[in-house]
């Protein structure tokens, strides 16, 4: 019998030039070892987001809107909760960050997931 993954609350946001900053609505991630996935929406439509967080704290994640493009998402993980890092795709790209929420025990669960994961990335 598979294990169900829990999804947990988290805040976002990705910034491109003329758009400016632009909310990630919705999203949740689940942490399974070094895996990382999660659902969410923002303005261009509703995503699915599937990566790794590698030994050294590397953080790497494809978001892919449903029936539309992907976009590339490489960064770090501080240890606290907080991934951030540079989104791109061709001709295109700019910063991120995602946040599990605090304030919810099962944030804190995640947390503790990506704590656990051992050497952080740069800060």
């Known amino acids: 019998m598979s294990e169900v993954r829990r999804l947990v609350p988290c805040e976002g946001w990705w910034e491109q030039v003329f758009h400016g900053r632009q909310p990630m609505d919705d999203l ?57 890092g540079v989104w791109s795709l061709p001709g295109f790209n700019g910063r991120w960050l995602i946040a599990f929420r605090r304030e919810r025990g099962d944030a804190i669960d995640a947390i503790d997931a990506i704590d656990d994961l051992g050497p952080r990335g740069k800060r």
């Open 28 to 84: 949740q991630l689940a942490v399974d070892g070094r895996a990382v996935d999660g659902v969410g929406t923002d303005i261009i439509g509703r995503f699915t987001l599937q990566g790794l967080i590698s030994d050294d704290g590397r953080v790497s994640i494809l978001k892919d809107y449903l029936g539309r493009h992907s976009v590339r998402y490489e960064g770090h993980h501080d240890g606290e909760g907080r991934m951030w």
